[in-house]
């Protein structure tokens, strides 16, 4: 009730009736209470009261609720810390309405601030000590709400050098505080969502934070650039020491949860940048990069359970853009890339070291996959240095070559990923490049893994990519099955990477493919058919979704100029755009309209007439705001087949009601130009026709 109809609104259109939303005196009585019942509510009620309070702040405060600030601050003022929670809370949510707004907007919540931000400060610094999941509660919530007021804006006025200082003080001590012994008899995979890991987390990303936007002279816009410099001096010692202390645990093999080390590895990484911070990180810097980056880049005991138990599950994490942001290994990459390119000796240092793991006998699977998943990491800075871009193609051969024979899949994957990262290097001889072809295709068809068949896919679309026409010859004989082998890996791993070899492959070898084009094209849209019935895991599923399209709509073009191969597509692609638009999958409206696009370019099928009706259908039922998508394909209509479209009034009348209702409505200026257009063009091209 809160989330939809708290504002009046007016009607839909005039005459309608008037949608209903909550009488005011009723908002009144809910926004005096509705801080209460959080404070009052259980855990599970909770979390509802504060999607509503954040719905009434955006709407009322501080016009109509500036009591909300009393409330919080006379349950902050209490003694009882039976109160503090569920007000914390509710202050969350005010701050969070404002965490993105400019600072010249910011005007209300400075003003709250300056009252609540030193209570906030007394209540942390009391609770500190008690490592009681209450108090540890209260001081995660604090910290988020410090989070929220300062990652975009730094109210310099609010927020003095001296009131800096002491919060800095606040996420020091915290984020090099032990976490409590008897958090280690939970399930190591539990721990990260316990209270006292979540709170360490908040003040790593906080530090992390406030170092990236606030501390680091060069990055900094121009209101920030001394308190930056100030930053610097004053706190990277301490600061770093507690980065590294967690870093030093890790090492030791004590627990450390993930995001606490990927904060502090971003954190060192920034730190790398600049000359002061550089100078305190850098006696340490080789040691971080043999004990702590090495062991986090090589394959652990939990992916080789994850690859034993679920292949498809390890692909998709691996592969998976949204993990990236939250995994030590991504940041660990990272601090390696920019310590290897940005500071000198360091490159020379860290190959050295790795090149003599891979080189000693004693060396683990695990270890040699480490070493080269770091050296693959870096192949964009080895191949600017003649030093080592000399010695590449003698690595790869000598190094990388044999691990394709691995009696260990994720060694034969790695050498597929690292033919990916270094498919820029040049050839001397054209024979290691024939080989570096042979072996990965070799691994795309006949491997049994799942895991390596799609690295092996993704490094035979790199090589191509960068090799160029003269990399066509390798793959030509044998490119009707590598392309049903891409195709049966697509549907059985849904991973979207994999879509775009598969348009690179249609894109290269055109010719080749007009035999079993009809095929892929049905191949394609069953696998979308599968995406869109498990399409429950969300984000990552309408992108494969996407892609497959995408790769439909490439097979289009590429054989545009062969009309019986055009038209033997048709039908299989309507399937999709069917699917689309009857079960009304709003997402994926402008590929199905592109895709209407291309089937009626140079020709219009009875079928395509059908379409335009079910595209009108869509119009009138929920594609009003994809008028502008729906115009290359209404053009078509009227253009390409002129006679047929004057022979049924019908298209004719849903056009001109398609326009009228653009026209009408509020669409904005580009859809009543498309709107206008289309009328235009009706006129034009029909004149004197009957």
């Not at 009322?60 to 009882?80: A, C, E, H, S």
């Not at 080390?261 to 990484?269: G, H, K, R, T």
């Not at 006998?361 to 191949?383: E, V």
């Not at 010859?473 to 044998?478: D, F, R, S």
Request: aromatic share 8%; hydrophobic share 40%; charged share 25%.
């Amino acid at each position: 009730m809160v989330s939809g109809s708290w504002v009046d609104r007016e009607p839909d259109t005039p005459g309608a009736p008037v949608p209903f939303s909550v009488h005011e005196q009723d908002r009144a009585l809910i926004r005096d209470n509705v801080v209460d019942a959080v404070v009052l509510a259980p855990d599970i009620i909770r979390i509802q009261l504060a999607v509503c309070v954040s719905q009434i702040v955006k709407h009322d405060f501080p016009g109509r609720w500036p009591q909300i600030v009393d409330k919080i601050t006379i349950y902050l003022q209490n003694p009882d810390p039976a109160g503090w929670l569920g007000s914390l809370l509710c202050l969350y949510q005010l701050v969070k309405n404002y965490e993105y707004k400019k600072s010249e907007e910011r005007g209300p919540l400075r003003e709250a601030m300056n009252l609540l931000l030193p209570q906030l400060y007394g209540i942390i610094t009391q609770l500190m000590p008690d490592e009681s999941q209450q108090a540890v509660s209260v001081q995660k919530q604090i910290l988020k709400i410090y989070f929220a007021l300062t990652q975009y804006v730094l109210p310099l006025d609010l927020i003095t050098k001296e009131v800096f200082s002491q919060w800095m003080e606040v996420l020091r001590v915290i984020a090099e505080s032990d976490v409590p012994a008897h958090t280690l008899q939970v399930d190591e995979e539990e721990r990260p969502q316990l209270i006292w890991w979540k709170r360490k987390k908040w003040a790593l990303h906080t530090l992390t934070r406030l170092f990236e936007r606030y501390g680091s002279p060069g990055s900094v816009t121009k209101e920030y650039k001394e308190f930056s410099e100030w930053y610097l001096k004053t706190f990277s010692g301490g600061i770093l020491a507690s980065m590294l202390k967690n870093l030093d645990q890790f090492r030791q093999k004590v627990y450390v949860s993930p995001r606490v080390m990927q904060q502090a590895l971003n954190y060192i990484n920034t730190s790398i940048s600049h000359a002061h911070s550089w100078k305190l990180i850098k006696p340490h810097m080789l040691q971080i990069i043999q004990d702590i980056v090495f062991p986090l880049m090589s394959y652990s005991e939990s992916d080789a359970e994850l690859w034993d138990t679920d292949p498809y599950e390890y692909i998709r994490i691996k592969f998976d853009i949204f993990e990236d942001f939250v995994s030590p290994v991504t940041a660990a990459q990272t601090l390696l890339h920019s310590a290897c390119k940005k500071r000198k000796e360091m490159l020379q240092k860290t190959m050295n070291l790795l090149l003599s793991i891979i080189q000693t006998a004693g060396t683990t699977p695990s270890q040699k996959d480490g070493a080269l998943h770091m050296i693959g990491t870096m192949a964009d800075i080895l191949l600017k240095k003649p030093v080592y871009k000399e010695q590449m193609e003698k690595f790869l051969v000598e190094i990388c070559f044999p691990e394709f024979n691995s009696p260990h899949g994720h060694l034969r994957a790695r050498a597929c990923w690292v033919l990916h990262y270094f498919s820029d290097v040049k050839y001397k001889n054209e024979q290691v490049l024939a080989e570096a072809f042979r072996l990965t295709v070799n691994s795309l068809l006949h491997d049994k893994e799942p895991p390596v068949k799609v690295e092996a896919a993704i490094a035979v679309q790199m090589m191509l990519s960068s090799k160029g026409e003269s990399a066509r010859k390798y793959l030509e004989p044998q490119i009707r099955e590598i392309t049903l082998e891409l195709l049966k890996i697509i549907r059985e791993t849904e991973n979207d990477d994999l879509t775009s070899v598969m348009q690179k492959i249609v894109c290269t070898y055109t010719e080749q493919l007009v035999p079993v084009a009809v095929d892929i094209c049905q191949h394609l849209v069953g696998t979308f058919a599968q995406v869109l019935e498990s399409a429950d895991a969300g984000d990552e599923k309408a992108i494969t979704a996407m892609g497959l399209l995408n790769t439909m709509e490439t097979i289009l073009a590429v054989m545009e100029d062969r009309p019986e191969v055009h038209g033997a597509l048709e039908p299989v692609i309507l399937q999709a755009i069917h699917h689309i638009f009857t079960n009304s999958i709003m997402e994926f409206y402008e590929e199905a309209m592109s895709l209407s696009c291309d089937l009626t370019t140079k020709h219009i099928s009875q079928d395509m007439w059908k379409m335009l009706e079910v595209m009108y259908t869509v119009f009138q039922r929920d594609g009003f705001d994809y008028f502008s998508d729906m115009m290359p394909a209404l053009h078509n209509y009227i253009t390409v087949d002129t006679k047929a479209f004057l022979s049924s009034p019908d298209y004719m009348m849903a056009m001109y009601n398609m326009s009228k209702a653009m026209l009408e409505g509020d669409p904005g200026e580009d859809p009543e130009c498309h709107a206008a257009k289309l009328l235009e063009v009706i006129i034009l091209q029909c004149k004197g026709m009957n």
